[in-house]
């Protein structure tokens, strides 16, 4: 079974602060992908990457980045968070053009 | 972008056939119909994937008719479990992950 990790379930921080959002997935996949889900929006795509050290920006990428320095890991950067990033962060992995596997969501707070 | 539009949700008892449609007028030619459940506190879970005509699979069937301009989940016999919210995707899976578009979702509650 695939498996999509992410670092917290919550998270409280305040604003301005710098926020690290990790993934890490277990079957090698070259794609991986951050979603934020917000209500009456569905999922949003932030940004994604097809390799390591590669990356390409989604519907909504101002306000993050991303950072892929090992093929398993893909982290989402937030420089200065804002309460309008208060949202639900997913990670997802997929191999080649299929099925995407998510991970269980962070949700995030921002005071 | 194609522009997705799903009903907001529905409602179904158990044992009953549960279509959910998705409309997605502006498909591309490259663009696949991709269905995903979700579970409160869980990320999407993926169900069934097509780009035309019908695919089955163990638990859902989806639906899509020639112009593609709209594709329909069927849901067989369902159960309390089947109550969660399911989305649409449409996209370019090959070459566009940047022009992957997510419905809004379809809150299915199925009673006994």
């Known amino acids: 079974d695939v498996k999509v990790t992410q670092s917290s379930r919550y998270l409280v921080k305040r604003t301005g602060e710098k926020v690290f959002l990790e993934c890490v997935q277990d079957m090698d996949h070259e794609n991986m992908f951050w979603y934020r889900q917000d209500p009456g929006l569905g999922l949003r795509l932030i940004y994604f990457?097809?390799?390591?050290?590669?990356?390409e920006k989604g519907d909504i990428p101002e306000g993050y980045s991303v950072s892929r320095e090992k093929k398993e890991r893909f982290s989402l950067i937030l420089e200065s968070a804002s309460t309008n990033q208060t949202s639900m962060y997913l990670c997802?992995?997929?191999?080649?053009?299929?099925?995407?596997?998510f991970g269980p969501g962070t949700r995030l707070l921002v005071l | 972008l194609a522009k997705i539009t799903q009903p907001i949700s529905m409602d179904s008892y158990e044992g009953q056939e549960v279509n959910i449609t998705c409309s997605h007028n502006n498909i591309a030619t490259n663009d696949y119909i991709t269905w995903y459940q979700q579970f409160p506190s869980q990320g999407p879970r993926f169900i069934i994937q097509g780009y035309k005509t019908k695919v089955t699979n163990e638990v859902a069937s989806l639906f899509i008719p020639a112009d593609r301009k709209s594709s329909t989940l069927s849901l067989p016999r369902v159960s309390l479990s089947d109550t969660a919210v399911y989305y649409c995707?449409?996209?370019?899976?090959?070459?566009?992950?940047?022009?992957?578009?997510f419905g809004t979702g379809t809150r299915l509650l199925v009673s006994p």
């Open positions: 990457s097809y390799d390591v050290k590669m990356k």
């Open positions: 995707l449409v996209g370019d899976m090959i070459t566009g992950f940047q022009k992957l578009v």
């Open positions: 997802a992995s997929a191999e080649g053009a299929k099925t995407q596997y």
